[in-house]
């Protein structure tokens, strides 16, 4: 989750990030490439009238992993100035956090296919969360080595990707739920993880030792904390599942599995994979480059203070929230080719109105209201590319978008911090209003169905 800037006082983007692919077996299970993404009965429209508890809890776990993940990656933005004051290193050196995040998501996405091969849907969930806590209680003690630090990053994304990665498998394949519902939910919980991490990560490392530096450091006792509770839950939840894959058998009995390579080779000569790709490239662009330069913007060109406007955000986040709770059912119903689209010019709108209006309170609304119709992007892209895409790479591809998804959330900031450093953080607003119209022309390219595309 590569993100920087250039300039002395900076906002940092905090990535709000996430991934998914689908488990190879259970994919295969969850196919429905028979429906066009417009027709609202595609995925799971009716619920079965009583869940089980051993799914509920299930559920529960999947919810939880990307409620850490979010507070993971929504702390960072707040923790970033006393991380460069500790260390007293510059922007340039501390994007280096950035760097390592996107590589644990690049090294996920090649790893998972392999291990996806040979550990079931429980094992897989348990060592994502393993590398989390691993990664966490490396942080949590005063001032580790700076190299050290900035590895857990990576530890932490890996651990963050697999997690991600079969909480979407079980969701997707999971028969009698509303998908699109728990979808849903499911990514609301880690906008909700990205709305309290800061509320939590600023007191603590304004809270000066009696040395009188940053005690940042301590707030990783709360993620790992958290990381715990998120392995016990795991491995009890998902117990199950909690074991090795028998390798596919030689004797010719049971469908062949494909190996890794070939499965990696035809994800990427698949023509869907790269628009849904490019889709999410610059969703996540959106999605990073507003939540994460907005009170730089607000406090050099809007003239707010620095204090007030660091909860500004927060707005941001909490809207995201708001709009994976709420509107995957309209979503849905009405369908996500055409919602998503109209999304796209809902919030092209109220990007206009945060730049053409000079006023700080507009701003503030605007960029809620953002987050809102930007919020079921990302649950809705993922149940329609497990339906364009062939069930035996689906796994892979899935994985793939999201290194793309990564790459336009690490891409963009930097873009944006670069040219910001010479031409002033007000070519966020420019650069907004481009990821936005691109997205929304990408998702008017994307394959209504497999059969279509075939």
């Known amino acids: 989750m590569s993100r920087t800037a250039t300039t002395t006082r900076t906002a940092h983007p905090s990535p709000h990030l996430e991934t998914d692919a689908e488990h190879l077996h259970a994919a295969a299970r969850a196919s429905r490439t028979s429906f066009q993404i417009d027709d609202p009965r595609a995925v799971g429209d009716d619920e079965a009238p009583g869940l089980s508890k051993a799914v509920i809890l299930k559920l529960l776990s999947a919810a939880f992993s990307f409620f850490v993940s979010g507070v993971n990656d929504g702390s960072i933005g707040a923790l970033i100035p006393h991380i460069i004051r500790s260390y007293g290193i510059t922007t340039a050196i501390v994007s280096a956090l950035y760097a390592s995040s996107f590589l644990g998501w690049l090294a996920a996405a090649f790893s998972n296919t392999h291990l996806s091969q040979r550990l079931d849907l429980g094992a897989m969930m348990v060592l994502g969360a393993a590398f989390q806590v691993a990664a966490h209680a490396l942080r949590a003690w005063p001032t580790p080595p700076f190299g050290l630090f900035i590895s857990t990053f990576l530890l932490a994304s890996i651990g963050q990707a697999y997690q991600d990665t079969q909480a979407n498998t079980f969701v997707a394949s999971e028969k009698g739920l509303a998908v699109h519902r728990w979808l849903g939910f499911i990514h609301a919980m880690y906008m909700a993880g990205c709305l309290v991490a800061p509320f939590a990560a600023s007191p603590i490392a304004s809270s000066p030792s009696k040395e009188g530096s940053s005690q940042w450091y301590f707030f990783y006792t709360l993620p790992l904390g958290l990381g715990v509770a998120n392995l016990a839950l795991a491995m009890v939840a998902f117990r199950d599942s909690f074991r090795f894959r028998p390798r596919a058998s030689k004797s010719g009995v049971g469908p062949a599995e494909k190996s890794a390579f070939s499965l990696i080779k035809e994800t990427l000569t698949t023509r869907s994979v790269w628009l849904l790709s490019l889709f999410f490239f610059f969703y996540l662009g959106v999605s990073v480059t507003a939540g994460g330069w907005v009170v730089e913007y607000l406090v050099d060109v809007r003239n707010g203070n620095l204090t007030q406007m660091g909860y500004v955000p927060a707005g941001f986040s909490g809207g995201c929230l708001l709009g994976r709770l709420l509107l995957p059912d309209p979503t849905h119903k009405w369908g996500e080719r055409r919602m998503i689209f109209l999304y796209c010019l809902f919030c092209l709108g109220f990007q206009l109105l945060f730049w053409l209006v000079p006023n700080i309170i507009a ?92």
């Open 363 to 454: 701003a503030s609304v605007a960029i809620s209201f953002l987050g809102f119709f930007l919020g079921p992007f990302f649950a809705t892209a993922i149940s329609v590319g497990t339906r364009i895409f062939p069930p035996d790479i689906r796994p892979t591809a899935l994985s793939f978008l999201f290194v793309f998804a990564q790459l336009g959330g690490s891409l963009f900031p930097i873009i944006t911090g670069v040219m910001g450093a010479r031409l002033g953080v007000s070519v966020m607003q420019p650069v907004l209003v481009a990821l936005i119209s691109a997205t929304g022309i990408v998702w008017l390219f994307v394959p209504q169905s497999q059969a279509k595309q075939e």
